[in-house]
């Protein structure tokens, strides 16, 4: 079992730039497939960017590709997402997710099938 805590949200302009942490619990985080999701009020959770537990690969929402870098250091155990050039449609509780598995080249992108996730943080970006 693993246990996730994202940090970095906060307020910013359009334009400006965040970089979110998710630091998870317990020694077998290498064996994770982590993701990305954000929820805005009043909308259902979307997927945001994936990562494979190798780092090798990753996957990317249409709305944030060329904007978003997700990342992990499996040595800190702690994934992270790079946001540049935010948009105010960008305003959500972000959300990270973790999953078991065996491949360590595979990236999970459904919601449905992470079995473990963290409280959130809120981003705000103002116009």
């Known amino acids: 079992q693993v246990q996730l805590v994202e940090s970095g949200g906060g307020l910013v302009q359009a334009g400006g730039s965040l970089r979110l942490s998710c630091a998870a619990s317990?020694?077998?985080?290498?064996?994770?497939?982590m993701g990305w999701f954000r929820q805005a009020l009043g909308k259902e959770r979307e997927f945001v960017a994936a990562i494979s537990r190798s780092g090798d690969n990753t996957y990317y929402a249409d709305s944030v590709k060329g904007r978003f870098t997700i990342s992990r250091d499996n040595a800190k155990n702690t994934v992270y997402l790079q946001m540049n050039s935010l948009k105010p449609e960008d305003t959500a509780v972000y959300h990270c997710?973790?999953?078991?598995?065996?491949?360590?080249?595979?990236?999970?992108?459904?919601?449905?099938?992470?079995?473990?996730w963290g409280q959130g943080t809120q981003v705000t970006v103002s116009s």
């Open positions: 997710a973790g999953v078991p598995l065996g491949n360590p080249w595979v990236v999970v992108t459904h919601r449905d099938e992470y079995d473990y």
């Open positions: 317990g020694r077998t985080f290498s064996s994770y497939a």
